[in-house]
């Protein structure tokens, strides 16, 4: 289980301490039980068609399948320290220094070469490790919306999204166990945030907190990620991972934005509190404290250095661009503006609002279709 003891107000979302004091206790356990509170609904109106998106999107959705063990080279050879090598690896101090963080006067002054490109292995082992337990989380979260969701649209397209995400659950999989080199567990944060999308018992919340967030942090983190890798078996499983996610995050829109549509003002309050809860864990879960700690590195010394400054203040551009699509789906969903602007006053605390004005993801999924391009390419080798 984990020890709770969470910020509380607006003056505490920045405080490391309070972060820092959520712990997992249970890291060792295979398996993780999580009470699911909803009622299952049988729906007998099968008539199909009554919200076209939805339809057009399940459509997509059957044409997108694919298989990880045969659509993807694993053939391929990948060497993780010539990966590190090629992203660029500090030497030292200075190195880090002119990227505008100072270690001198930390443990972190003594790294070398040799420390900083062990810290890239184990954060790239980190990284795609969370990737594979948010998917297991998606793949949960969505048999639930089968479940609970009163449409038979949403359902159909439901069933489809849960084979997209036990597929993502595979291929991150072999991934770590074939190409990398160690697993990490679940991050507290990530686990507390899928716990209370799981027992929350109203269906259009595990839409908002699985489509909308952490869907929607995954499609802007496997799009940098697919921009920065020079690995190319990596790339290609993100391409198609890509392509699903595109249309999940699609799905949540669609169908949250006809719900949001006949919700009252303590309703909408109700869903801007949980975004901004699910927003505040995802953030702080790529602090990465469990890399820091097992490189033995005082957790807490490490996070205030890079941050130079004793808040988690969200100043990463990188960091802040993960919210890319998150941002842009809620305005769309009228959650940032709701109750005099309850979610906009939050998020400008986190740094993200620069992203209002992108594109929402309602047909962002057309521009991510990996499968049809596939085989399109191999149509016209045949």
């Not at 679940?186 to 259009?204: A, G, P, Q, V, Y």
């Not at 995050?249 to 949250?256: E, K």
């Not at 979610?343 to 499968?371: H, I, N, P, S």
Request: proline residues 3%.
């Amino acid at each position: 289980m984990s020890t709770q003891t969470e910020p509380t107000g607006m003056e505490d979302v920045n405080n490391l301490d309070a972060i820092l004091a959520i712990t997992n206790t249970d890291v060792t356990e295979a398996l993780h039980a999580v009470r699911d509170n909803a009622d299952a609904i049988f729906t007998w109106d099968y008539e199909k068609g009554r919200r076209p998106a939805l339809n057009k999107l399940y459509e997509k959705a059957k044409g997108a399948q694919w298989n990880g063990e045969t659509d993807l080279d694993w053939s391929i050879e990948v060497d993780q320290d010539e990966l590190v090598e090629l992203a660029g690896v500090a030497n030292g101090p200075e190195d880090l220094k002119a990227f505008g963080v100072d270690v001198y006067g930390s443990s972190l002054e003594k790294w070398g070469r040799k420390e900083w490109k062990e810290h890239q292995i184990q954060s790239q082992n980190w990284s795609l490790s969370q990737f594979m337990h948010g998917e297991q989380g998606a793949l949960v979260c969505t048999a639930k919306i089968v479940e609970t969701v009163p449409w038979i649209d949403a359902k159909y397209y439901a069933a489809t999204q849960v084979m997209d995400e036990a597929r993502h659950v595979e291929v991150f999989a072999k991934y770590l166990d074939t190409k990398l080199s160690g697993h990490y567990p679940i991050n507290t944060h990530l686990k507390m945030l899928l716990d209370d999308i799981i027992t929350d018992s109203r269906w259009d919340m595990t839409y908002l907190g699985m489509q909308i967030m952490v869907e929607g942090l995954a499609l802007a983190a496997f799009g940098m990620a697919y921009q920065t890798t020079p690995d190319p078996l990596l790339r290609q499983l993100l391409r198609y991972v890509m392509s699903d996610e595109a249309r999940h995050v699609a799905f949540g829109v669609l169908s949250l934005k006809e719900f949001y549509a006949d919700l009252s003002a303590p309703e909408m309050l109700e869903r801007q509190e949980f975004a901004f809860e699910a927003a505040l864990r995802m953030r702080n879960r790529f602090l990465q404290q469990e890399v820091w700690e097992r490189m033995g590195v005082d957790v807490k010394e490490a996070i205030r250095t890079f941050a130079q400054t004793d808040e988690v203040k969200n100043q990463d551009p990188f960091q802040q661009l993960l919210f890319s699509k998150i941002v842009p789906n809620c305005k769309k969903l009228g959650l940032l503006d709701a109750n005099d602007g309850w979610l906009r006053k939050r998020f400008d605390t986190l740094g993200v609002l620069q992203f209002e004005t992108w594109d929402d993801t309602g047909e962002d999924y057309l521009a991510f279709d990996a499968v049809t391009e596939d085989r399109a390419a191999a149509a016209a080798i045949a």
